[in-house]
Nanobody, 125 residues
């Protein structure tokens, strides 16, 4: 059974950095898309960034361009979200999700096959 588990969230001061992890089990990273989403209190879930292993495509929300990056370690079946220059408006619950199979990177939530439970990120002084 496909499972995704996020970790690495916490409290960080504005301007600081955090690195979130998304560990996958139940499938191996072959052809896939990994997406990171976030949901702030009282707001809908929004796509942050994603990348596709099948064609190398990526997507970054304008609000995180130049600050957030995505990477993966196939040997550990883990994807990462590195967040730099964090702002209070980045405060949210961050979730990773996966599309299994060949696909171009996109942030359509209906396309994702599996979701993690989320990890809280709070940016505050």
């Amino acid at each position: 059974q496909l499972q995704l588990v996020e970790s690495g969230g916490g409290l960080v001061q504005p301007g600081g950095s955090l690195k979130l992890s998304c560990a996958a089990s139940g499938f191996t990273f072959d052809y896939y898309t990994i997406g990171w989403f976030r949901q702030a209190p009282g707001k809908g879930r929004e796509g942050v960034l994603c990348f596709s292993s099948s064609d190398g495509s990526t997507f970054y929300a304008n609000s995180v361009k130049g600050r957030f990056t995505v990477s993966r370690d196939s040997t550990k079946n883990t994807a990462y979200l590195e967040m730099n220059s964090l702002r209070p408006e980045d405060t949210a619950t961050y979730s990773c999700a996966a599309v299994i199979g060949k696909a171009t990177a996109n942030m359509d939530q209906d396309d994702y096959d599996a979701w993690g439970q989320g990890t809280q990120v709070t940016v505050s002084s």
